[in-house]
């Protein structure tokens, strides 16, 4: 019944996906203001729409309108929160250009990228819808007889979702299908740089029908007063952020006045190793696909290219030639493979880092210039040494070092010698230093032989300083669940 309700509220469509609006308890609004922000295309500077600038008091009335909703929502079978998962994966499927479309607009990568990242999102829903139906619980033999112990899992109430422009759609649902399919409503802050995206996700999750105020999406440009309010709001049980560690230990202080429960998936420093039995022209290809996707802007991108001394000319060579036949551009235009960055702040820091290995004795050997606007070459720099800011700090952009080595022993402590450990990669053929070289890498995700490692089947996280917790998979759903005790006793 009560989805009847709002699946027949869904058939006043609009094709047009490009909102302007916040999505609030149902209904499209503005700031309470009247504010507003423009948003812009980082590949020409034009201007593509403006949307509400929302303050503290706005995200409160989300956030109200989100606990409000979560008794009914909760108290939908699994089956029937499945089925509005599968409705919203359809919907957005069915408008994967339109949307993909909009997400190199507004941020930038490549329209071949988008499309890839509006499938992968996309894949979350899928693989969720699937999962809501499995919250299984557990029954536990009792220490005594008269006792039977039973282990339910409940939804864990009202989940805030803050998330990064450089996944504009794909970093929403890998947040939100799982709270959503766990009977937990949403609210999303996205970025200033890419709300559209956001709002057009929420504009198919209206259309899929999910009852008023389960999904609630808000824009703005005051995040830090903003995050503040989704984290001590006690209404809040739940904060999943993705972006950097910088942000993520702030937003964990504030989290920790009502002790929420925290997701964070935050900062690397992906090692990049090539030992001399690899095949190097593999290598060559992985490190092209890891490292160059979204111009460099991934928190799994490879930061730090390291290749031993006996193949390290060849693959400086071979990974030089092949990021100067990459294609840069406008996102829009056909074969295009690297697009603007994001900001004027992102592309300083590439020059900043730059700048500062070439002082202390890198060689340029491909790139290494600005492009006007907000494009930087891919560039490859030899001799990169461990002094050099790059090899600390993620570059988030599109800039190899590469580093040389000797020994396995040596490469691994290169590799660990960082407060980050999200992704790594390795290429060889030999299957005992696989195992080896895996297991010392400190970090939550291995790539062997392999530059391209997400998926919505595999657990992506990080340990150290790269975050807490693992979204997707089958271990996903845990983190927005709750573990209840039942006690029955006096079984005679
Ligand atoms: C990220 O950069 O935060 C996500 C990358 C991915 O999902 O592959």
Same mark, same amino acid.
């Given at each position: 019944?009560?989805?009847?309700?709002?699946?027949?509220?869904?058939?006043?469509?609009?094709?047009? &996906?490009?909102?302007? !609006?916040?999505?609030?308890?149902?209904?499209?609004?503005?700031?309470?203001?009247?504010?507003?922000?423009?948003?812009?295309?980082?590949?020409? %500077?034009?201007?593509?729409?403006?949307?509400?600038?929302?303050?503290?008091?706005?995200?409160?009335?989300?956030?109200?309108?989100?606990?409000?909703?979560?008794?009914?929502?909760?108290?939908?079978?699994?089956?029937?929160?499945?089925?509005?998962?599968?409705?919203?994966?359809?919907?957005?499927?069915?408008?994967?250009?339109?949307?993909?479309?909009?997400?190199?607009?507004?941020? $930038?990568?490549?329209?071949?990228?988008?499309?890839?990242?509006?499938?992968? $999102?996309?894949?979350?829903?899928?693989?969720?819808?699937?999962?809501?139906?499995?919250?299984?619980?557990?029954?536990?033999?009792?220490?005594?007889?008269?006792?039977?112990?039973?282990?339910?899992?409940?939804?864990?109430?009202?989940?805030?979702?803050?998330?990064?422009?450089?996944?504009?759609?794909?970093?929403?649902?890998?947040?939100?299908?799982?709270? &959503?399919?766990?009977?937990?409503?949403?609210?999303?802050?996205?970025?200033?740089?890419?709300?559209?995206?956001?709002?057009?996700?929420?504009?198919?999750?209206?259309?899929?029908?999910?009852?008023?105020?389960?999904?609630?999406?808000?824009?703005?440009?005051?995040?830090? !007063? =903003?995050?503040?309010?989704?984290?001590?709001?006690?209404?809040?049980?739940?904060?999943?952020?993705?972006? +950097?560690?910088?942000?993520?230990?702030?937003?964990?202080?504030?989290?920790?006045?009502?002790?929420?429960?925290?997701?964070?998936?935050?900062?690397?420093?992906?090692?990049?190793?090539?030992?001399?039995?690899?095949?190097?022209?593999?290598?060559?290809?992985?490190?092209?696909? +890891?490292?160059?996707?979204?111009?460099?802007?991934?928190?799994?991108?490879?930061?730090?290219?390291?290749?031993?001394?006996?193949?390290?000319?060849?693959?400086?060579?071979?990974?030089?030639?092949?990021?100067?036949?990459?294609?840069? %551009?406008?996102?829009?235009?056909?074969?295009?493979?690297?697009?603007?960055?994001?900001?004027?702040?992102?592309?300083?820091?590439?020059?900043?880092?730059?700048?500062?290995?070439?002082?202390?004795?890198?060689? =340029?050997?491909?790139?290494?210039?600005?492009?006007?606007?907000?494009?930087?070459?891919?560039?490859?720099?030899?001799?990169?040494?461990?002094?050099?800011?790059?090899?600390?700090? #993620?570059?988030?952009?599109?800039?190899?070092?590469?580093?040389?080595?000797?020994?396995? #022993?040596?490469?691994?402590?290169?590799?660990?010698?960082?407060?980050?450990?999200?992704?790594?990669?390795?290429?060889?053929?030999?299957?005992?230093?696989?195992?080896?070289?895996?297991?010392?890498?400190?970090?939550?995700?291995? $790539?062997?032989?392999?530059?391209?490692?997400?998926?919505?089947?595999?657990?992506?996280?990080?340990?150290?300083?790269?975050?807490?917790?693992?979204?997707?998979?089958?271990?996903?759903?845990?983190?927005?669940?709750?573990?209840?005790?039942?006690?029955? $006793?006096?079984?005679?």
């Amino acid at each position: 019944m009560f989805i009847e309700v709002f699946y027949k509220k869904s058939k006043v469509q609009n094709d047009n &996906l490009l909102k302007t !609006e916040a999505y609030v308890d149902g209904r499209w609004v503005t700031a309470g203001s009247g504010k507003t922000f423009n948003v812009n295309n980082p590949a020409t %500077g034009e201007l593509i729409a403006s949307v509400p600038d929302m303050n503290r008091e706005d995200v409160r009335a989300a956030i109200d309108a989100a606990h409000d909703a979560w008794q009914p929502y909760r108290e939908l079978s699994a089956k029937d929160r499945s089925v509005l998962l599968r409705k919203w994966y359809t919907l957005i499927l069915e408008n994967k250009d339109e949307l993909a479309n909009l997400m190199t607009i507004e941020s $930038g990568k490549v329209l071949k990228e988008s499309i890839g990242e509006v499938e992968y $999102g996309a894949s979350f829903i899928e693989w969720f819808a699937e999962e809501a139906k499995r919250t299984y619980g557990d029954v536990i033999p009792a220490p005594t007889n008269d006792k039977r112990i039973v282990v339910i899992k409940q939804s864990i109430g009202v989940v805030a979702a803050l998330t990064p422009w450089n996944f504009p759609l794909a970093m929403i649902t890998r947040k939100v299908a799982p709270a &959503l399919a766990a009977g937990s409503p949403v609210v999303v802050k996205p970025p200033s740089e890419t709300p559209l995206t956001a709002l057009a996700l929420a504009e198919l999750a209206e259309r899929a029908g999910f009852p008023r105020g389960v999904y609630n999406t808000i824009a703005t440009t005051e995040s830090s !007063e =903003v995050g503040k309010e989704l984290c001590e709001n006690r209404k809040v049980r739940k904060l999943s952020f993705t972006g +950097s560690t910088q942000v993520g230990k702030i937003l964990m202080s504030q989290c920790s006045s009502t002790l929420k429960k925290m997701s964070l998936e935050l900062g690397g420093n992906a090692p990049f190793i090539v030992f001399d039995d690899a095949d190097i022209d593999a290598a060559v290809k992985g490190a092209i696909a +890891s490292k160059f996707r979204n111009s460099g802007q991934t928190c799994v991108c490879v930061n730090r290219f390291f290749a031993q001394d006996k193949i390290y000319e060849e693959f400086v060579s071979k990974l030089t030639a092949a990021v100067a036949a990459l294609k840069i %551009g406008n996102g829009l235009d056909p074969g295009v493979q690297v697009g603007p960055l994001i900001s004027e702040k992102g592309l300083n820091k590439v020059k900043q880092y730059v700048e500062d290995a070439v002082a202390k004795g890198a060689a =340029v050997r491909g790139g290494g210039k600005e492009m006007g606007g907000l494009y930087y070459q891919p560039t490859v720099l030899a001799n990169a040494t461990a002094d050099m800011i790059i090899a600390q700090e #993620e570059v988030f952009g599109p800039v190899a070092p590469v580093f040389k080595f000797s020994s396995e #022993e040596e490469v691994i402590k290169m590799a660990n010698d960082t407060e980050y450990g999200l992704a790594a990669y390795f290429y060889t053929k030999d299957v005992s230093r696989c195992w080896r070289v895996a297991e010392a890498l400190e970090c939550g995700m291995v $790539g062997i032989n392999e530059g391209l490692i997400s998926n919505a089947a595999a657990p992506f996280g990080g340990v150290k300083q790269s975050g807490i917790g693992r979204e997707g998979s089958k271990y996903g759903m845990d983190y927005f669940m709750e573990l209840k005790y039942i006690c029955f $006793g006096n079984i005679q």
